[in-house]
């Protein structure tokens, strides 16, 4: 079992029922495995804002997390509109996004990005968000969905971000 299909049985297994996105390379091996594995709906959205916002409705509705999934660059920041609503209104969120490999993310200061739409979404949404997280380290990510999913809706809700490169997908 890859990363992509381990997320996908983690969802699964929390009860979320569908998930919102955009497709974008970066979370194409994420996409698929969701929807082989087959507990989970998937969504198609026009655009990630839309897809921010139809996970924000479908967790007032449901009183369970929403879950909007987009690629990086543009494709992550265009949830950040949603994700701040869901940060006012206290609408429990979970946020992932695929970022480009671990080994193309930048390294030396001075450098805008080294890989194709390369986007430090994590620095941009954490003060959105209950909490952040970028993995790199495939072991990490266990327990970070463990968390993110109960820190969610633990205390005052509120949305979370895991961003998720594309090599620790595989």
Request: with cysteine; hydrophobic share 40%.
């Amino acid at each position: 079992m890859n990363n992509a299909e381990y997320i996908a049985s983690f969802l699964s297994s929390r009860g979320t029922d569908v998930v919102f996105e955009l497709t974008g390379g970066m979370v194409t091996l994420l996409l698929d495995a969701i929807a082989r594995h087959g507990g989970t709906r998937i969504v198609s959205m026009h655009h990630e804002q839309g897809a921010a916002f139809a996970a924000e409705g479908w967790a007032r509705i449901t009183s369970k997390p929403g879950v909007a999934i987009a690629t990086s660059g543009p494709g992550a920041t265009n949830l950040l509109t949603g994700i701040g609503s869901c940060f006012f209104d206290s609408v429990p969120a979970v946020f992932i996004t695929g970022q480009v490999n671990s080994y193309e993310m930048r390294s030396r200061p001075g450098v805008r990005q080294q890989g194709f739409q390369e986007t430090d979404i994590v620095s941009i949404a954490r003060p959105l968000t209950k909490a952040a997280w970028c993995i790199t380290d495939a072991a990490q990510l266990p327990n970070v969905l463990e968390e993110a999913f109960d820190l969610c809706i633990k205390g005052r809700p509120g949305p979370v971000l895991i961003d998720i490169p594309m090599n620790i997908q595989r």
